[in-house]
């Protein structure tokens, strides 16, 4: 069997980078590799599910689950606000 995707404990999480468009940035360094990149929240929350006990597929169908969990509590919310 395959050995699932990990995210490396060695990456450092610098901190947030701003936006693009709505989507907000942050900024992850490799000291491996000296080098740095900028990704979406997005891509972190994603990175971080990443276990070793996931396949990639796995995470993505997880994640959006958890998205649209977030959108129907954020709906319920604005509802109940209006009245």
Request: hydrophobic residues 35%.
């Amino acid at each position: 069997m395959p050995q699932q995707p990990t995210f490396r404990r060695d990456l450092e999480i610098i901190g947030d980078s701003g936006r693009v468009g709505y989507t907000r940035r942050v900024t992850v360094k490799d000291p491996m590799a000296n080098k740095y990149y900028r990704i979406s929240q997005f891509e972190l929350r994603l990175l971080k599910m990443l276990d070793g006990n996931l396949d990639v597929g796995e995470a993505v169908a997880k994640l959006k689950a958890q998205a649209h969990l977030l959108q129907c509590i954020a709906k319920s919310y604005e509802v109940s606000r209006c009245y």
